[in-house]
């Protein structure tokens, strides 16, 4: 999706883009409002004729408790961030007399691509063109080029209105929730007592994990010594590439070599098998007698490996990525901007 300009471009200017930049300019990591909360403990569940309900969640589910609040948050967000658009561009629409379905669109005039803009894009996407002659592909790109033109037009009018209408959300900040995960001894880079500490559990055979390392070492470049970064062994059953990798790696600890070997599992995840592995480790600087000899002990290998997975299911990790920064549960490859939101509120503690 990421190397397609097509696709890119083909997007309309849908009420979820736009929703998304309100959202992202305004304010982010909002929670229930407390009336919304108060309503929600109404509804219950009755377990032999005795009621529970999402207090009862709170105290003994930290994670549900969390992930409810994180999902609820969500929806509130999107759905207040899709009627502020539609109230500002009835405001604009009626301000300038024209239907609010157009006032994104008004005074866009699209300009004729270059000869060059157009070898250009031929040139970059030629394998995605399906072996098209310029010449062929040339009406295509125009009209693909015309459309990026009235995206960036509707992208620019969107943040004027938004200047002249400011839009606050108006909404609780969500409760802190903290669960205790312990490091284990496990691999880490940073300062040993900086003040925040991110574990991450992780697969190396999983494409979202994958993703994700591009945000964390923008965290870690950012931060340097203000955060420790320690990673936990989390193969998921499904991926049968992914247990071979994370031995491997732990093989690499003794050597030094750990922080070597990661980025480049990672680099190379859809392609684990194990004879590739091994030539990765040793590619990266580990010893190959060694490593050989660490590979033999596979049942220490797993017994540790398999400690982590039961620590992290202990906490409520059920899939690949998870993070736990300074205790609170992040789930998934998210953007780079939710860690930061996050990181910076811990370091103004």
């Given at each position: 999706m990421e190397n397609s300009i097509q696709k890119w471009i083909e997007q309309p200017f849908s009420k979820l883009a736009v929703g998304a930049i309100v959202v992202l300019a305004v304010l982010a990591g909002i929670s229930i409002p407390s009336f919304i909360q108060a309503k929600f403990n109404q509804d219950a569940v009755s377990i032999g004729g005795k009621k529970y309900d999402i207090t009862d969640v709170k105290k003994t589910s930290p994670i549900a408790y969390s992930k409810y609040q994180t999902d609820y948050a969500a929806l509130i967000k999107n759905t207040l961030a899709e009627f502020a658009q539609d109230k500002l561009f009835e405001i604009v629409g009626a301000e300038k007399n024209i239907p609010a379905a157009d006032v994104l669109k008004q005074g866009f005039v699209p300009k004729e691509p270059?000869?060059?803009?157009?070898?250009?894009?031929?040139?970059?996407?030629?394998?995605?063109?399906?072996?098209?002659?310029?010449?062929?592909?040339?009406?295509?790109?125009?009209?693909?080029?015309?459309?990026?033109?009235?995206?960036?037009?509707?992208?620019?009018?969107?943040?004027?209105?938004?200047?002249?209408?400011?839009?606050?959300?108006?909404?609780?900040?969500?409760?802190?929730?903290?669960?205790?995960?312990?490091?284990?001894?496990?691999?880490?880079?940073?300062?040993?007592?900086?003040?925040?500490?991110?574990?991450?559990f992780s697969d190396f055979e999983c494409p979202y994990c994958k993703r994700s390392q591009d945000v964390s070492r923008r965290l870690r470049e950012k931060y340097k010594d203000q955060i420790r970064w320690v990673f936990r062994d989390f193969p998921l059953p499904f991926h049968q590439d992914a247990m071979y990798a994370h031995m491997a790696a732990n093989c690499s600890i003794?050597?030094?070599?750990?922080?070597?070997?990661?980025?480049?599992?990672?680099?190379?995840?859809?392609?684990?098998?194990?004879?590739?592995?091994?030539?990765?480790?040793?590619?990266?600087?580990?010893?190959?007698?060694?490593?050989?000899?660490?590979?033999?002990?596979?049942?220490?290998?797993?017994?540790?490996?398999?400690?982590?997975?039961?620590?992290?299911?202990?906490?409520?990790?059920?899939?690949?990525?998870?993070?736990?920064?300074?205790?609170?549960?992040?789930?998934?490859?998210?953007?780079?901007?939710?860690?930061?939101?996050?990181?910076?509120?811990?370091?103004?503690?």
């Open positions: 270059t000869d060059q803009e157009i070898a250009d894009i031929y040139n970059t996407y030629k394998a995605q063109l399906g072996g098209k002659s310029l010449a062929q592909s040339k009406d295509q790109i125009v009209g693909l080029l015309k459309n990026q033109q009235e995206q960036e037009h509707s992208r620019n009018v969107y943040k004027e209105i938004v200047q002249k209408y400011p839009v606050d959300f108006l909404i609780k900040e969500p409760d802190v929730v903290r669960v205790t995960v312990d490091t284990e001894n496990n691999p880490s880079i940073g300062a040993e007592k900086a003040k925040i500490t991110v574990i991450e003794s050597q030094g070599k750990y922080w070597e070997v990661f980025p480049i599992l990672f680099e190379n995840s859809g392609n684990l098998s194990a004879s590739n592995v091994d030539f990765l480790v040793t590619k990266a600087g580990v010893d190959k007698t060694k490593y050989q000899a660490c590979m033999n002990d596979k049942d220490k290998l797993q017994a540790e490996i398999n400690k982590d997975i039961q620590d992290g299911q202990k906490v409520g990790v059920s899939g690949t990525p998870a993070f736990f920064i300074n205790g609170i549960f992040v789930s998934g490859a998210l953007p780079y901007e939710n860690f930061e939101e996050i990181i910076e509120k811990e370091l103004k503690n």
